[in-house]
């Protein structure tokens, strides 16, 4: 079990390399430099010339390269060419309204899924089943934004019932005011971002199922008397989690993407409104390290799926 | 009386049907068998025959919505057509264990083989955990295992076919069941594990003195344990006796053509080994009336038939279905006489 974990974990050294000279180069490879955005037309030529040389800049790209990922081990991962503050900071803020979105979501999203799955596995072709290949179907085929927009309509403009935008009311005050206006703001994009992620792990749960039914250890298990609902708990269900299991790692990239669109619709101060945003401001040293952590996120959730799917299925642990 | 004393199962006039299409076939239609103590009863034939929808039906493991079962199937005054599913939880793995064909799917990937064992001694007896594991290494020790106590703890991929065939049998014998139901057992596994595993169910059903059902394909099998045979096609029985009569006189036509299409070593024309005509008929297609082997020796004359096909008991013990027996040669041997 530990071999296993020590090994996956050994793995990801040389990925994190490959990953960050991936985004150092594209970063390099983008036009303008850092003091592109700070040139005004009464700055000297040579004084700038002077300052690529003082800075840096000028070094072979592996020197640069190593001079970044050591200013990263500090904490430093530049300043940004917009809005001028370090990345490091911007970053953290947006980050932290993102991760408690983010957890909020997959809670949601497990809670919804699992109990549709199962329900559509063990009723297959059964109308409860059908009810939820519908819903499925829906979901799956709404584009997100058009889902939030309707949503948005309905409970914050029509009902009232949740705020349209933004993180948390500015008139919250006090630890648990400022926490349940944030949570306040969390809910509707949590339980509609939900609603669509659920779509995947739905199907893979039912499949599972519907497969697992009919296996030959089932059989097995019923034949040594084990009664029925023991069957489906510890047999047929146990096996049909592994799926989804294996795709945890995929389901938080896949948070990650989806927040982009969503913290846009709700103007939600995260990570993903960030990504945005940079781009279009060309904002070139906030994106590449938006980037790499997008992609740290990835590598530690595939990390974090294959220690579960090391803890739950057996065949796959090293010896 | 005594006779009688020594019967375990008593299948009177089951029939399974399953739905297709709206309508249910029956994929075993009259089966009238019984098994004895001390017995190991073979149920012989083709792919399709019916022969693993009897154990399906006897242990009552089918799909309950889409299957249709009738008749009889008496184990101690109790009926196990229809019985409750409560009352037959008790009965599975505790009176009635099963032995499957493919030992590489009939264990859970997930749990210790070890514990898949014990689950069944948990369900059936009032043992604790430490007593269960003890079980456990005495029915490793029983079935043949080498290094019990290092392989309860490993998982089903972790063993070899052979090995895990074992596993199974040690589910299945663990609460000392009266009958073990056999379902195709060696077919999954190498011929020289299969000899192994059938000395291994001779030797328990020799300790245990149960009643084994051997469902099999295999007549090599068959002429090795068993002491009664069945002989099925189509859904029916169509010969029944003990096995030194099944291989030394068969009568019905579709008994001898399968003992004629095994490969015998010291047979000089080894090359032309007799093949039936024609196929199966599926389960949809299947005759109705009339005999349904009568389509695969059209050589035979139709009036050699019986409109409708019953069981003759030739000679004691010994029953064959239809009267065309009488009437039967091989198409190559008409060939000889012209």
């Not at chain 2, 309950?64 to 101690?76: A, E, F, P, Q, S």
């Not at chain 2, 300790?207 to 084994?212: C, V």
């Not at chain 2, 045979?229 to 009569?245: C, F, L, N, P, R």
Request: proline share 4%; hydrophobic share 45%.
């Amino acid at each position: 079990m530990w071999k296993t974990v020590l090994r996956r974990f050994l793995i990801m050294i040389p990925q994190l390399i490959i990953l960050s000279m991936l985004v150092f180069l594209l970063a390099k490879m983008m036009p303008g430099d850092p003091f592109t955005g700070m040139i005004n037309p009464n700055s000297d030529a040579k004084e700038i010339a002077r300052l690529r040389q003082v800075y840096g800049l000028n070094d072979h790209w592996w020197v640069q390269y190593c001079r970044w990922v050591g200013n990263m081990f500090h904490g430093d991962l530049g300043q940004s060419y917009i809005q001028h503050v370090p990345v490091a900071s911007l970053i953290w803020d947006r980050a932290v309204n993102t991760f408690w979105l983010s957890l909020l979501t997959v809670l949601l999203t497990y809670a919804i899924a699992i109990p549709m799955g199962i329900t559509a596995g063990r009723h297959q072709d059964e109308w409860q089943d059908q009810a939820i290949q519908v819903f499925n179907y829906i979901t799956f085929a709404v584009p997100g934004f058009v889902f939030y927009i309707l949503g948005i309509w309905l409970f914050s403009f029509t009902l009232g019932w949740f705020p349209i935008s933004g993180s948390v009311s500015a008139s919250a005050s006090g630890f648990w005011g400022v926490l349940g206006s944030r949570l306040y703001h969390m809910i509707l994009p949590a339980i509609l971002y939900a609603l669509i992620t659920t779509t995947t792990i739905v199907q893979y749960l039912r499949t599972g199922i519907v497969d697992n039914k009919v296996e030959d250890y089932v059989r097995t298990a019923r034949s040594k008397g084990v009664p029925e609902n023991v069957v489906f708990n510890k047999h047929i269900l146990r096996n049909s989690v592994l799926p989804i299991v294996a795709f945890l790692g995929n389901t938080i990239t896949g948070l990650l993407s989806g927040s982009m669109i969503i913290e846009s619709v709700f103007s939600y101060p995260g990570m993903g409104k960030l990504f945005l945003d940079s781009i279009s401001q060309r904002d070139y040293t906030t994106l590449t390290a938006l980037i790499l952590l997008f992609g740290i996120l990835t590598l530690l959730g595939n990390l974090i799926s294959d220690i579960l799917l090391s803890i739950v299925d057996p065949r796959i642990r090293v010896k | 009386m005594d006779r009688q004393k020594d019967v375990l199962l008593d299948i009177q006039h089951l029939h399974t049907g399953y739905r297709l299409g709206g309508k249910f076939y029956d994929a075993a239609d009259d089966i009238n068998l019984t098994l004895k103590k001390d017995e190991i009863l073979a149920i012989v034939g083709e792919s399709g025959c019916g022969k693993s929808t009897i154990a399906a039906s006897i242990i009552g493991l089918y799909d309950h919505k889409n299957t249709k079962v009738t008749g009889d199937i008496l184990y101690n005054e109790l009926n196990l057509v229809g019985l409750n599913e409560n009352l037959f939880d008790k009965i599975r793995g505790n009176n009635i264990g099963m032995i499957f064909q493919d030992p590489l799917s009939s264990l859970n990937p997930l749990m210790r083989v070890g514990d898949q064992v014990a689950e069944t001694l948990y369900y059936h007896t009032d043992m604790n955990e430490e007593q269960r594991h003890a079980r456990v290494i005495e029915l490793f020790n029983q079935v043949g295992m080498p290094k019990p106590e290092e392989t309860y703890a490993m998982y089903p991929h972790e063993l070899s076919g052979g090995l895990r065939q074992r596993v199974v049998i040690a589910i299945a014998i663990a609460c000392k069941p009266e009958i073990i139901i056999a379902d195709e057992p060696t077919t999954a596994l190498d011929v020289t594990i299969q000899a192994q595993i059938l000395d291994l169910l001779e030797d328990i059903q020799r300790q245990s003195h149960s009643g084994i059902i051997l469902i099999t394909h295999d007549l090599g099998v068959v002429a090795e344990t068993a002491d009664e045979v069945a002989v099925m096609y189509a859904g029916q029985i169509v010969e029944k006796a003990d096995v030194k009569t099944i291989f030394e006189h068969p009568l019905h036509p579709y008994t001898r053509s399968l003992l004629n299409s095994m490969p015998q070593a010291d047979d000089e024309d080894a090359a032309d080994l007799h093949v039936i005509q024609g196929t199966v008929p599926s389960l949809k297609n299947m005759p109705r009336t009339g005999d349904r082997f009568a389509a695969r020796i059209p050589w035979i004359p139709a009036s050699a038939h019986e409109a409708e096909p019953v069981m003759h008991e030739v000679e004691p013990n010994h029953f064959v279905r239809c009267t065309c027996y009488k009437e039967f040669h091989f198409k190559n041997e008409e060939g000889v006489q012209a």
